[in-house]
T-cell receptor
Framework: KAGVTQTPRYLIKTRGQQVTLSCSPISGHRSVSWYQQTPGQGLQFLFEYFSETQRNKGNFPGRFSGRQFSNSRSEMNVSTLELGDSALYLC????????????FGPGTRLTVL | QKEVEQNSGPLSVPEGAIASLNCTYSDRGSQSFFWYRQYSGKSPELIMSIYSNGDKEDGRFTAQLNKASQYVSLLIRDSQPSDSATYLCAVNPTGNQFYFGTGTSLTVIP
């Protein structure tokens, strides 16, 4: 099976812009979770989607949003970018939900200038 | 108190030695526990999952879980330089959210 894919791999944006990141889970996996990873904070949970429904949300401002499509692909959007949003954004998929094993994609490296 | 705590290290061991990585968690109701390896500049890679008290072995890796002490560990036997990475402990208390520790940096010295 192909692994989790994320696009784009790298992004450079300026403050105030918005960005959309995409994640395609492993075939058959219906749960997609998003994480932000920074050197200082480690892996921080953003949200989790299962069958197009957001089931859980981390402690991030409303500028961070996401959605999941009927084919389980997911997108996350960050509006009004701030310098502190520079991070590696990771998507992870699992077969039945976050309680099961999660498999990570390669990540999208976002740099905000 | 953080949900998952790990010693950030760095931990250095000579090649061929046993590396021991430790993790404690706060939610006593946690049911699922995972170890990930992350090389610099790469995404986390799942090494082991463990759900029951005791030991679980997979090749050179052994995960140990003690729910009464809220403690999970990872042993790496016959450590190799290629094992040099950051090791992340993850816990799933209930529901749909994982909590990750900040990771332990391991260096295996040839």
């Amino acid at each position: 099976k192909a692994g989790v894919t994320q696009t784009p791999r790298y992004l450079i944006k300026t403050r105030g812009q918005q960005v959309t990141l995409s994640c395609s889970p492993i075939s058959g996996h219906r749960s997609v979770s998003w994480y932000q990873q920074t050197p200082g904070q480690g892996l921080q949970f953003l949200f989790e989607y299962f069958s197009e429904t957001q089931r859980n949300k981390g402690n991030f401002p409303g500028r961070f949003s996401g959605r999941q499509f009927s084919n389980s692909r997911s997108e996350m959007n960050v509006s009004t970018l701030e310098l502190g949003d520079s991070a590696l954004y990771l998507c992870a998929s699992s077969s039945q939900g976050a309680g099961n094993e999660q498999f990570f994609g390669p990540g999208t490296r976002l740099t905000v200038l | 108190q953080k949900e998952v705590e790990q010693n950030s290290g760095p931990l250095s061991v000579p090649e061929g030695a046993i590396a021991s990585l430790n993790c404690t968690y706060s939610d006593r109701g946690s049911q699922s526990f995972f170890w990930y390896r992350q090389y610099s500049g790469k995404s986390p890679e799942l090494i082991m999952s463990i759900y029951s008290n005791g030991d679980k072995e997979d090749g050179r890796f052994t995960a140990q879980l003690n729910k009464a002490s809220q403690y999970v560990s990872l042993l790496i036997r016959d450590s190799q330089p290629s094992d040099s990475a950051t090791y992340l402990c993850a816990v799933n208390p209930t529901g749909n959210q994982f909590y990750f520790g900040t990771g332990t940096s391991l260096t295996v010295i040839p």
